[in-house]
């Protein structure tokens, strides 16, 4: 996956969803139009009282259900330079001779705008490099959106992260969205997670660190106590294995991360590894040292892609 960084904030916009002269779209997504033909022209109207001719716009797929007449017609009097990420219905419509009129044609882009990494999609990802950290995700699609009555994918959208925007025109007014626009939009996203206290991930100042902590390895002596406040004051939560009553190790740990939404980093610190589990060895006559500390916080802090 290519990542290209030449681009302004000031100068992109984000669409997806167009359906240019597809006749079904206007009622299967309840779109406020009589018809294709009025549903093009407000749409170029709109793009083009959004987008300078200088600008450059990430076109997230589904762009037009035409023919290659109407393809060249379209694109010719949109503003700015297009890419075309491209969708379901694009595989199907769009001809060879049609991907030199954009700039790229693409299944998935990776863009870096001010600081900030955008992965560039057709479809909403369950997963994505980044996810839990500060990466956005930008899609299509689903036409959510205020007028939407497609009810296909709409409940399927409750398990988007707050990092991810559907900047198709059904959820945008019919129009380009700017960076800032979806800046401003993700940003209100992630609050609201975090003041429902759903999501406290995003990479923003909130993943979920856990150590899960072996009943032999529980603090002791005084030096052990301390030990064990400082890992405490370093992550988000301590869960004590001590009251485990049935089942092994692994099954609790396994069950209690199923419970837990969004990213979660963790280790194990117990009697021996567990497979599977980032995990440290505390000796039987140790127990939990400022030693097992540095090395658990040292795992945290390790790119989870790296385990």
């Not at 139009?33 to 022209?41: G, I, L, P, R, W």
């Not at 409750?158 to 129009?175: A, C, E, H, I, S």
């Not at 001590?242 to 190790?249: A, D, F, I, P, R």
Request: aromatic fraction near 10%; proline fraction near 4%; charge should be negative.
């Amino acid at each position: 996956m290519q990542l290209e960084y030449k681009f302004n904030a000031d100068r992109i916009w984000f669409t997806a969803d167009t359906h240019f002269c597809h006749e079904n779209i206007v009622r299967f997504s309840g779109r406020p139009f009589k018809d294709a033909a009025e549903m093009n022209e407000e749409i170029i109207r709109r793009w083009n009282e959004t987008v300078p001719e200088d600008g450059t716009v990430f076109h997230l797929g589904d762009f037009c259900l035409g023919n290659r007449q109407e393809w060249n017609d379209i694109i010719q009097r949109l503003h700015g330079k297009i890419y075309l990420i491209l969708g379901n219905h694009d595989m199907k419509n769009i001809k060879p001779s049609l991907m030199s009129r954009f700039e790229k044609v693409t299944q998935q882009m990776t863009i870096l705008v001010e600081g900030q990494t955008i992965i560039l999609n057709h479809n909403p990802f369950l997963a994505y490099g980044g996810s839990y950290r500060d990466t956005w995700q930008l899609f299509g699609h689903v036409h959510s959106g205020p007028l939407s009555r497609t009810g296909l994918d709409l409940p399927r959208l409750k398990m988007l992260f707050p990092l991810q925007y559907d900047v198709g025109v059904d959820n945008n007014d019919f129009r380009p969205v700017s960076f800032f626009a979806v800046k401003e939009k993700i940003e209100a996203q992630v609050n609201a997670a975090r003041k429902a206290g759903e999501l406290d991930v995003c990479g923003m100042g909130g993943e979920r660190l856990l150590v899960f902590l072996d009943p032999e390895a529980r603090p002791v002596t005084d030096s052990q106590k301390a030990a064990f406040r400082r890992l405490r004051q370093a992550i988000t939560e301590i869960v004590d294995l001590h009251s485990l009553k049935e089942g092994s190790v692994k099954e609790a740990i396994s069950s209690h991360l199923a419970t837990l939404p969004g990213n979660v980093r963790y280790v194990y610190v117990g009697m021996q590894p567990l497979e599977d589990f980032r995990s440290i060895v505390v000796e039987r006559s140790t127990g939990l040292t400022e030693g097992n500390v540095d090395t658990a916080l040292l795992l945290l802090k390790m790119d989870i892609n790296s385990f």
